[in-house]
């Protein structure tokens, strides 16, 4: 009779058992990295200015920050994996830049370094393509610089540590750096391209009566400033329009507020006191919409106060005379101009939810009486602090009737603003 306790049998068996333990702990080891990678709930987002595509990001398991590029017609998505650490919230308006016609995308994502502090990286794609793809570059930066993308989508501008530089997409070569002039360094500039060839700068929040306004030459290789503003010392936010023909400049910490010329900084209009201005758009005929005694809102979009029913909206024409006045019973953000007609506002009312996109509302009013035409229930913006963070102001778009947004759940939804119609775009889950 053959034996029992043969050690080959043993030997065997240990080794069947061995294979088992590796195929469970590899299989779990795979899981746990998904997993780590998943994101519960996006909780910021960002429409390209034209098109549709839309950035949208969320916290993973991980600990960072995780961002993905949606295309909200057909469904296209493009990963763009790890942008930041959770701790660099604010940085989240500013690592990512569309070109004006929504076709082309740059960002920054961090990366790690062996044996170094982490690094950004600068990445593009072409959003025109079939199936875009992530084009990496070769220039890496030690913090998220203020940048931008040009319209035809080949050179990006940024500037850090006083000193513009213009890139070459989709290699990153630098094609050429320039210092800032002595008088705007150290400070924090937000540029945009008005075309492939110029570059706008306008300085952050200022603490000076006359700071000034440059721009950057591609052509020539040369910085230059072409304006300034007289503020009304101390303290001053300037806001650009889209193309940069038109500025919005809060002074007296944003209790008096005026419509400038975008390029000069010359005034063109002062406008009538509204209380504390909290949030603003420029409409298709130049004219402004303000928000006013409105919450005000952390990055994260969660209200730290309200005003309740002294919230208050304001239009403006494009000389500054007052169209209407309306008292809104919630606080929030002016999100667009539908028609020449209409706005849509983001409403947030004082209750708070478990969810950061819960208690929202989303109206649809007639400029022309303040009536509500349609109101939809938790529906929540992309964000609350782009007015104080985007480099431009969002340009109307007439017509579009799409609006993207959170629902409650924190799923993109798209938005037939006319219909009410939500179709459903893309949950945390699929985002992986």
Same mark, same amino acid.
């Given at each position: 009779?053959?034996?029992?306790? #043969?050690?080959?049998?043993?030997?065997?068996?240990?080794?069947?058992?061995?294979?088992f333990?590796?195929?469970?702990?590899? $299989?779990?080891?795979?899981?746990?990295?998904?997993?780590?990678?998943?994101?519960?709930? +996006?909780?910021?987002?960002?429409?390209?200015?034209?098109?549709? @595509?839309?950035?949208?990001?969320?916290?993973?398991?991980?600990?960072d920050?995780?961002? @993905?590029?949606?295309?909200?017609?057909d469904?296209?998505?493009l990963?763009?994996?790890?942008?930041? #650490?959770?701790?660099?919230?604010?940085?989240l308006?500013?690592v990512?830049?569309?070109?004006?016609?929504?076709?082309?995308?740059?960002w920054?994502?961090?990366?790690?370094?062996?044996?170094?502090?982490?690094?950004? &990286?600068?990445?593009?794609?072409?959003?025109?393509?079939?199936?875009?793809?992530?084009?990496? $570059?070769?220039?890496?930066?030690?913090?998220?610089?203020?940048f931008?993308?040009?319209? $035809?989508? %080949? %050179?990006v501008?940024?500037v850090? !540590?006083d000193?513009v530089?213009? *890139?070459?997409?989709?290699?990153?070569?630098?094609? =050429?750096?320039?210092?800032?002039?002595?008088?705007?360094?150290? &400070?924090?500039h937000?540029?945009?391209?008005?075309?492939? %060839?110029?570059?706008?700068?306008?300085?952050?929040?200022?603490?000076?009566p006359r700071?000034?306004?440059?721009?950057?030459?591609?052509?020539s290789?040369t910085i230059?400033?072409?304006?300034?503003? !007289?503020?009304?010392?101390?303290?001053? =936010? +300037?806001?650009?329009?889209?193309?940069?023909?038109?500025?919005?400049?809060?002074?007296r910490?944003?209790? /008096?507020?005026? *419509?400038?010329?975008?390029?000069?900084?010359?005034?063109?209009?002062l406008?009538?006191?509204v209380? /504390?201005?909290?949030?603003?758009?420029?409409?298709?005929?130049?004219?402004?919409?303000?928000?006013?005694?409105?919450?005000?809102?952390?990055?994260?979009?969660?209200?730290?106060?309200?005003?309740?029913p002294?919230?208050?909206?304001?239009?403006?024409?494009? #000389?500054?005379?007052?169209?209407?006045?309306?008292?809104?019973?919630?606080?929030?953000?002016?999100?667009?101009?539908?028609?020449?007609?209409?706005?849509?506002?983001?409403?947030?009312a004082?209750?708070?939810?478990?969810s950061?996109?819960?208690? @929202?509302?989303?109206?649809?009013?007639?400029?022309?009486t303040?009536r509500? +035409? &349609?109101s939809?229930?938790?529906?929540?913006?992309?964000?609350?602090?782009?007015? @104080?963070y985007?480099?431009?102001?969002?340009?109307?778009?007439?017509?579009?009737?799409?609006?993207?947004?959170?629902?409650?759940?924190?799923?993109?939804?798209?938005? #037939?603003?006319?219909t009410?119609? %939500?179709?459903?775009v =893309?949950?945390?889950?699929?985002?992986?």
């Amino acid at each position: 009779m053959a034996a029992t306790n #043969d050690p080959r049998r043993f030997r065997v068996r240990a080794m069947l058992a061995g294979v088992f333990l590796v195929a469970v702990l590899g $299989s779990g080891a795979v899981y746990g990295v998904r997993l780590s990678r998943s994101v519960a709930t +996006l909780r910021f987002g960002l429409a390209a200015p034209a098109g549709p @595509w839309v950035f949208v990001a969320g916290d993973s398991r991980a600990g960072d920050v995780r961002g @993905w590029l949606v295309d909200r017609g057909d469904g296209r998505r493009l990963a763009l994996g790890r942008l930041l #650490d959770r701790r660099d919230q604010e940085t989240l308006y500013q690592v990512i830049s569309f070109s004006r016609d929504g076709r082309h995308a740059a960002w920054f994502s961090r990366r790690s370094a062996p044996f170094g502090k982490p690094y950004y &990286r600068l990445d593009s794609a072409n959003l025109t393509a079939r199936v875009p793809a992530a084009v990496a $570059s070769v220039f890496d930066t030690p913090t998220v610089p203020s940048f931008a993308v040009s319209p $035809s989508g %080949t %050179t990006v501008a940024s500037v850090l !540590e006083d000193q513009v530089t213009v *890139i070459d997409l989709p290699d990153g070569q630098p094609r =050429f750096m320039l210092p800032l002039p002595p008088f705007a360094r150290r &400070r924090k500039h937000l540029l945009f391209y008005l075309d492939d %060839t110029h570059v706008r700068l306008i300085p952050g929040q200022k603490f000076e009566p006359r700071p000034q306004i440059l721009e950057l030459d591609l052509n020539s290789r040369t910085i230059a400033a072409v304006g300034a503003v !007289e503020s009304d010392y101390p303290g001053l =936010f +300037l806001r650009s329009s889209h193309d940069g023909s038109r500025m919005l400049a809060l002074e007296r910490q944003r209790t /008096k507020n005026s *419509i400038r010329d975008g390029r000069t900084g010359q005034l063109l209009a002062l406008l009538p006191p509204v209380g /504390k201005l909290g949030n603003a758009y420029f409409l298709a005929d130049s004219g402004v919409a303000t928000m006013s005694g409105s919450a005000e809102f952390n990055v994260s979009g969660v209200a730290t106060r309200i005003a309740g029913p002294r919230a208050l909206l304001a239009l403006f024409g494009a #000389d500054g005379a007052e169209r209407l006045r309306l008292a809104l019973p919630e606080g929030g953000v002016v999100e667009g101009q539908p028609t020449a007609e209409t706005l849509l506002l983001a409403l947030r009312a004082p209750a708070q939810g478990s969810s950061q996109h819960e208690h @929202w509302v989303v109206q649809h009013v007639d400029m022309r009486t303040g009536r509500v +035409l &349609r109101s939809l229930r938790g529906l929540a913006p992309l964000s609350t602090m782009s007015f @104080w963070y985007l480099p431009t102001l969002r340009p109307p778009r007439l017509g579009d009737r799409d609006y993207p947004c959170f629902d409650a759940e924190g799923n993109l939804v798209s938005v #037939d603003i006319f219909t009410g119609v %939500t179709t459903l775009v =893309f949950t945390p889950g699929h985002l992986r």
